[in-house]
């Protein structure tokens, strides 16, 4: 992700954290995809590191990929929020 595009991700999540209090922090950071979700993204990857997704499955593994770094970025903004409300 191009320097710009991260500085544009911030500004669109920055809202997100001024609703964080310490109960939605933390459930956010312990928010995890169920097993079934798991399995399925497990499967995408072995198939993509093989070559074998079809064209439906490879967007399906993108999006996937995307939810899951803005919910890992969130995560991060809920870290931060929970470290300097404790100090």
């Not at 500085?7 to 097993?35: G, I, Q």
């Not at 439906?56 to 899951?68: C, F, K, S």
């Amino acid at each position: 992700m191009k320097e710009d595009d991260q500085n544009v991700l911030d500004r669109l999540l920055d809202p997100f954290s001024k609703c964080f209090n310490a109960e939605s922090a933390r459930a956010l950071v312990d928010l995890r995809a169920d097993a079934v979700a798991q399995a399925r993204i497990a499967e995408l990857a072995d198939k993509c590191n093989q070559g074998t997704l079809s064209e439906r499955e490879r967007q399906a593994y993108e999006t996937y990929v995307h939810i899951g770094n803005l919910i890992a970025i969130l995560q991060a903004k809920a870290r931060l929020y929970l470290k300097n409300s404790s100090a």
